[in-house]
């Protein structure tokens, strides 16, 4: 009877963690939002380059994985990178990078719920990063489509891991570019 009581506690403690560390996995998964100006007319742009407008931007090595996750993406899509000075789109990118809580609960077994077991839970800050990019029309000098992907960039994690998040967070935010035109 004591052994059987101990797994069925146990196992609920279990059951209880095991959530905790689902919940903080979805609260921790990537997330884009977008939006542009309603009647663009996104059949018109051929061509892109990339402008600076200022921001923040990451190191040399993020800010060419970024660069070259959305040159491929817009590709895809029959857009060719400009060569000159000139292009029907202008491209530009921004990061940030802002700090959360992330809270760990543990426990360890004991014969009942308060008999004999601890359950402890701790915070700890983490870093979420944000890359907003936005494309301009060249000629008309004004922002027509612009996106957000979070929990992005995490400049503690390791080169491969990093740049895998960075291509699958341009793929999520370049998903529906350009914007289909609603009848």
């Given at each position: ?41 996104f ?45 029907d789109?202008l ?17 360890t ?58 291509d699958?967070?341009m793929?999520?935010l ?10």
């Amino acid at each position: 009877m004591y052994m059987n009581r101990w797994i069925k506690h146990n196992a609920v403690q279990l059951a209880l963690v095991s959530g905790l560390f689902l919940v903080g996995g979805t609260v921790l998964a990537q997330s884009v939002k977008t939006n542009y100006v309603p009647g663009t007319n996104f059949t018109k742009y051929k061509t892109f380059m990339w402008v600076d407008t200022g921001g923040q931007h990451p190191d040399q090595i993020l800010d060419t994985e970024i660069k070259d996750a959305v040159n491929m993406d817009l590709a895809t899509k029959g857009l060719t990178k400009a060569t000159g000075d000139t292009a029907d789109l202008l491209v530009s990118y921004q990061t940030s990078v802002d700090k959360q809580k992330q809270w760990n609960a543990y426990g360890t077994g004991g014969i009942g719920w308060g008999v004999g077991g601890m359950a402890t839970a701790t915070s700890s800050t983490i870093d979420v990063g944000t890359i907003n990019l936005d494309f301009y029309d060249a000629n008309a000098k004004r922002l027509i489509w612009q996106g957000a992907a979070t929990k992005t960039i995490n400049p503690s994690e390791n080169a491969e891991k990093n740049a895998k998040n960075v291509d699958k967070a341009m793929d999520k935010l370049l998903k529906d570019f350009p914007p289909k035109v609603k009848k």
